[in-house]
Nanobody, 115 residues
Framework: QVQLVESGGGLVQAGGSLRLSCAASGTIFGSSVMGWYRQVPGKQRELVATITRSHSTNYADSVKGRFTISRDNAKNTVDLQMNSLKPEDTGVYYC?????????WGQGTQVTVSS
């Protein structure tokens, strides 16, 4: 079992920046993929970015060039640097660790971007 604790959400004006952090505890396997997803009311949770242990990354098209995901394998943390934020980036952001056992989710942190 993996426990995830997120921090760093908040309210920011369009064009601003936020940094989300997630600390994982428990058994983190080398094959695990860490990532961030977001959800708005009435819509499905969607992928924002993922990163493997070897730091291979994958981004949603809507955030490419604006968001950067990073991972510290020694500390079992994953961060999401979000720049040039847009109102459509508003949502609850969830940290995720995916391994052969399935998905583990954090409690979510609210990000609100005002226009």
């Amino acid at each position: 079992q993996v426990q995830l604790v997120e921090s760093g959400g908040g309210l920011v004006q369009a064009g601003g920046s936020l940094r989300l952090s997630c600390a994982a505890s428990g058994t983190i396997f080398g094959s695990s993929v860490m990532g961030w997803y977001r959800q708005v009311p009435g819509k499905q949770r969607e992928l924002v970015a993922t990163i493997t242990r070897s730091h291979s990354t994958n981004y949603a098209d809507s955030v490419k060039g604006r968001f950067t995901i990073s991972r510290d394998n020694a500390k079992n943390t994953v961060d999401l640097q979000m720049n040039s934020l847009k109102p459509e980036d508003t949502g609850v952001y969830y940290c995720n660790v995916k391994d052969f056992r399935g998905d583990n989710w954090g409690q979510g942190t609210q990000v609100t971007v005002s226009s």
